[in-house]
């Protein structure tokens, strides 16, 4: 069975405390490693993709990464600003066009 | 400016009763997805339609029913049979299988 299990669950950074978010992940044959970000009470927001191992993609202070069994996103130098909630999903070559969600890592940077 | 709508933000029903959410897109995707998000759980997928006039059931769908009669549109209905229907609902839309998905900005149910 697909699973994505992320962790921690919460993640408090002083800001420019720079850190890592994690996903582990179990796919049959994994198509595309999705990271969205979600704010309180709005509808996730995309961030990157990432198709095979090694495969790196960056936006601004942020930076995804993926092996056969897992995705990191690092966040550098953090700002109030990058507050959210981090969700990680994967999609299946064998289930369609579903996507399967982690259940996010909620991230609070203070000033 | 494209993007996809949901409407309304918030909705409140008494429970008996069936209620519609909408969701429409103007990006020209052909697929379009509903999920359910419910506190300290990831989003959980009801139905994915790939292609006009036709579409699937998720993981969730009991309860739920769809149509995507137009490309532009996927109307969701809680109906009464539903027996947890309070939830952030949301719709998202993409190119295709292996495409990212983009979400709209979410409906929710309020259902007592």
Redesign the interface.
């Known amino acids: 069975e697909d699973q994505v299990t992320q962790s921690p669950e919460a993640l408090r950074l002083q800001e420019g405390e720079s850190s890592s978010l994690n996903c582990s992940y179990t796919v049959s044959g994994l198509r595309g490693l999705f990271w969205y970000r979600q704010d309180p009470g709005k509808g996730p927001e995309f961030l990157f993709t990432l198709y095979s191992a090694g495969e790196e993609k960056e936006k601004e202070r942020l930076k995804a990464t993926l092996t056969k069994k897992e995705s990191f996103l690092h966040i550098t130098a953090p700002k109030p600003e990058d507050s959210a909630t981090y969700l990680c999903a994967v999609q299946d070559n064998n289930q369609g066009g579903k996507l399967i969600f982690g259940q996010g890592t909620e991230l609070s940077v203070k000033p | 400016d494209g993007g996809?709508t949901?409407s309304p933000k918030y909705l409140f029903r008494k429970e008996g009763q069936n209620v519609t959410l909408s969701c429409e897109q103007n990006l020209n995707h052909d697929?379009m997805?509903w999920y359910r998000q419910d506190p300290?759980?990831?989003?959980?997928?009801i139905y994915?339609s790939?292609i006009v006039n036709d579409f699937?059931k998720?993981?969730i769908a009991e309860g739920y029913s769809v149509s995507r009669e137009k490309k532009e549109s996927f109307p969701l209905t809680v109906t009464s049979a539903q027996k947890n229907p309070t939830a952030f609902y949301?719709c998202?839309s993409?190119k295709?299988?292996?495409?990212?998905?983009?979400?709209?900005?979410?409906t929710?149910l309020t259902v007592t």
Do not use: V
Not at chain 2, 40 to 45: D, S
């Open positions: 996809i949901q697929a997805y300290g759980q990831g989003l959980r997928l994915y790939q699937q998720g993981d949301l998202a993409s295709g299988h292996g495409y990212e998905q983009y979400f709209g900005p979410g929710r």
